[in-house]
T-cell receptor, first 114, second 111 residues
Framework: DAGVIQSPRHEVTEMGQEVTLRCKPI?????LFWYRQTMMRGLELLIY??????IDDSGMPEDRFSAKMPNASFSTLKIQPSEPRDSAVYFC???WGPGANVLTFGAGSRLTVL | GENVEQHPSTLSVQEGDSAVIKCTYS??????FPWYKQELGKGPQLIID?????GEKKDQRIAVTLNKTAKHFSLHITETQPEDSAVYFC??????????FGAGTTVTVRA
C-alpha cells in the first residue's frame, strides 16, 4: 500500500483565496483524521470521519474551514477565505477498527498564506 | 479535555548514549499512550505504544514505561544512533478516537 497520500505537498497562496487540501486514506481504513501542526499549538485535531461521516468537528477553528469525505478513498479540507494565520502543515491520517487510535499519517501539506 | 505535557523540548545526546523523554497527562480515563517519531518533511510515524493494562513495553532499542497512578509515561531510547535524530511526540487518548499530543521533543544525536 502506498500509505496515506496528500496533495498538494506545498501550497502558497494569497490572503482571501480558497485553499483545498486533498487526502487519500489507506484502503480499508474506516477512520480519517485531519490535523494541523504549528510551532505555537503543536498537533491539533481538526475533524475526524468514520465510514465517510463526520463524527467530531469541534477542532475546526471557524466557519472558514470545512471538510468533506464523499467516499471511502477521498477527503478534502477547504479553507475559504484563507488568512495568514492559517499557515501551517496540515496532516491527514487514517486508521481502522474500533478503538482505532493507531494512526498512519500522510506526509502533510505545507500551507503558506501571504 | 486531556492535557499532555512533554519534557524536555530539546535533547542532545552523544551517539551510543541513552535518551529519555517524559510525558504527563491529566485525564485518568486515558488508556492508550503512543509515541510518534517525525523526521524532517514527513508525517509522524508510530514507533511504540502502550496500553493501560501494561507497565512497560520494549521493542529492540526503544522502551516505554507507564505509571497510571502518577499519570506519567516515558520513552527510553538506548544506544542512540544518528538516525534516531527526529522530533518525538507522546500522546494520550481520553476516548477511543481523539489523541491529544504533547508539544514534541527534538532529539539530536551527536556523532
Amino acid at each position: 500500500d502506498a500509505g496515506v497520500i496528500q496533495s498538494p505537498r506545498h501550497e502558497v497562496t494569497e490572503m482571501g483565496q480558497e485553499v483545498t487540501l486533498r487526502c487519500k486514506p489507506i484502503s480499508g481504513h474506516d477512520y480519517l483524521f485531519w490535523y494541523r501542526q504549528t510551532m505555537m499549538r503543536g498537533l491539533e485535531l481538526l475533524i475526524y470521519f468514520n465510514n465517510n461521516v463526520p463524527i467530531d468537528d469541534s477542532g475546526m477553528p471557524e466557519d472558514r474551514f470545512s471538510a468533506k469525505m464523499p467516499n471511502a478513498s477521498f477527503s478534502t479540507l477547504k479553507i475559504q477565505p484563507s488568512e495568514p494565520r492559517d499557515s501551517a502543515v496540515y496532516f491527514c491520517a487514517s486508521s481502522w477498527g474500533p478503538g482505532a487510535n493507531v494512526l498512519t499519517f500522510g506526509a502533510g501539506s505545507r500551507l503558506t498564506v501571504l | 479535555g486531556e492535557n499532555v505535557e512533554q519534557h524536555p523540548s530539546t535533547l542532545s545526546v552523544q551517539e551510543g548514549d541513552s535518551a529519555v523523554i517524559k510525558c504527563t497527562y491529566s485525564d485518568s480515563a486515558s488508556n492508550y499512550f503512543p509515541w510518534y517519531k517525525q523526521e524532517l518533511g514527513k508525517g509522524p510515524q508510530l514507533i511504540i505504544d502502550i496500553r493501560s493494562n501494561v507497565g512497560e513495553k520494549k521493542d529492540q532499542r526503544i522502551a516505554v514505561t507507564l505509571n497510571k497512578t502518577a499519570k506519567h509515561f516515558s520513552l527510553h531510547i538506548t544506544e542512540t544512533q544518528p538516525e534516531d535524530s527526529a522530533v518525538y511526540f507522546c500522546a494520550a487518548n481520553p476516548n477511543d478516537y481523539k489523541l491529544s499530543f504533547g508539544a514534541g521533543t527534538t532529539v539530536t544525536v551527536r556523532a
